[in-house]
């Protein structure tokens, strides 16, 4: 057991040190991976070293890491080594999180850092949540949760708002409990990409008037095309209004409410009835992290509790919590425990203060991209997001030939190594996106990946 944990341990410390200097990672395709790794279970277990070597040279050679410094796709994530360290002790321990009886400790642990987010984002002190896989999973969890009391005969008729600009995640969570996709009113955004309150209240106004019923809005802390966080307060008080339950999705975005800058756009998170975390993209966590909190906490139990025969001897009593009763799983990892852990280790400060370099990395790619010249910004930076295009001088480009050269430019620097950007479209042209959230990329990532444009 010493000797293999300390070659894990080995490898890990060199992979996280390596990550500076190494390229992005390397693809590899399906004949040749079939090549490298299929073949069958082996019927006795192989020497230590032969099958740690496998997975270092051939599967880990071939996958691109995320937490690369100029790692910038989608929304990546990037752990610090005291998260990585919490999840190996996660899965070393392998405690049942699901009921009180088998895991205080935990649960209490849970507990507390469900606690520390409520408090961030100014949720009541009565709210609760749970930790889940990720966000995607969070949002079905918001969804099944808030349906859960609308009468069988009425669900038909319900209708489910989201910002045109969404995580495709919520369309999923809706097919998922089962509404139609007509049940789901994609809203118009303004030219910064928010949901546009009076347009949510004109949709409510004709749908009820339709005899259909308002039921609930997703709005973005966050968006993943932009950054973009919708006018929450506004949007709080429209839902109020409306008797429509206000889901806010701030997977990417939750974070900045560390940030002073981040507060002021998140104003009023603290009155929706639920929102998505995902600690895995911003808050330097290993996948999988994600986190609902809801603001009346029944919703949850009276959503997902059930009480089988086998389950009795584990009832929660008093005020213990059973996170089985909360969510869609019965067994779950203790997640909270790499979050809990980091954040004991590194302090809240060192969370703000990533927050805030991702800010001035995403500042600093928009002012390096306006002053080469030879850059349009389609999207300046919101949280820690930028979209741009490379736009070379000397005469005019058509759409599908700026979209040919910044795809060729993009695939250029994946297949080389050199950095893992990925694209969009914004009002139907073709954006490249960098979104920041590793504390180990810095200024000279970004001047390595500009140049590396007009090379
Ligand atoms: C805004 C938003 N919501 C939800 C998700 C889904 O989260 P996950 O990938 O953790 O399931 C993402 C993922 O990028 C996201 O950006």
């Known amino acids: 057991m010493r000797a293999w944990a300390d070659a894990v341990a080995d490898w890990s410390v060199g992979h996280h040190a390596g990550l500076f200097a190494n390229p992005v990672g390397r693809g590899g395709d399906g004949p040749t991976m079939r090549a490298l790794l299929d073949g069958p279970a082996p019927e006795e277990g192989r020497p230590f070293d032969a099958v740690f070597a496998d997975f270092r040279d051939k599967i880990i050679a071939h996958s691109y890491q ?8 989608f929304v990546p994530g990037a752990p610090s080594f005291p998260a990585v360290l919490g999840d190996w002790l996660c899965a070393a321990a392998d405690v049942f999180a699901g009921v009180w009886a088998e895991a205080p400790g935990p649960t209490q642990v849970e507990l507390t850092v469900v606690d520390w987010f409520k ?5 009541p002190a009565d709210a609760g949540g749970l930790f889940t896989s990720g966000g995607s999973e969070a949002n079905l969890t918001a969804l099944a949760a808030a349906r859960d009391p609308v009468p069988f005969a009425d669900r038909d008729r319900l209708v489910m708002y989201a910002s045109a600009e969404r995580h495709w995640s919520v369309d999923r969570a809706a097919g998922i409990i089962g509404l139609r996709p007509d ?3 994609p809203l118009p955004v303004d030219a910064e990409y928010r ?5 949510f209240r004109a949709a409510v106004r004709d749908d009820r008037s339709a005899g259909r019923l308002p039921w609930l809005l997703s709005a973005n802390a966050g968006s993943t095309n932009t950054g973009a966080v919708d006018p929450l307060r506004e949007l709080a008080e429209a839902c109020r209004a409306a008797g429509v339950w206000l889901h806010v999705d701030a997977a990417y975005g939750g974070p900045a409410v560390l940030t002073d800058e981040g507060r002021a756009l998140f104003d009023s998170i603290g009155d929706a009835d639920s929102v998505t975390l995902d600690p895995h993209k911003w808050l330097a966590q290993p996948f999988e992290a994600g986190c609902l909190l809801v603001r009346d906490v029944r919703r949850l139990t009276d959503a997902f509790a059930l009480r089988p025969d086998y389950m009795e001897d584990v009832a929660a009593a008093g005020d213990e919590v059973n996170f089985c009763d909360r969510g869609i799983g019965l067994t779950r990892r203790f997640r909270s425990l790499k979050v809990w852990l980091s954040v004991q280790l590194l302090g809240v400060g060192w969370f703000r203060r990533l927050v805030e370099h991702c800010y001035g990395l995403a500042d600093y790619l928009q002012a390096t991209l306006e002053q080469s010249g030879e850059f349009e910004i389609l999207s300046p930076r919101r949280l820690s997001v930028v979209c741009f295009r490379h736009v070379p001088l000397g005469g005019p480009m058509s759409e599908a030939e700026l979209e040919r050269l910044n795809r060729r430019l993009m695939d250029e620097q994946r297949s080389g190594g050199k950095a893992f950007l990925s694209s969009t479209r914004l009002a139907g042209r073709f954006a490249l996106r960098a979104c920041f959230v590793n504390w180990r990329t810095s200024a000279d990532d970004v ?3 500009v140049s590396s444009f007009l090379i």
């Open 66 to 73: 995320c937490q690369h410094p100029r790692f910038w796709a």
């Open 119 to 123: 408090q961030w984002l100014g949720f």
């Open 183 to 185: 049940q789901v009113r």
């Open 195 to 199: 949901l546009r309150p009076e347009a």
């Open 447 to 449: 001047d390595a990946v």
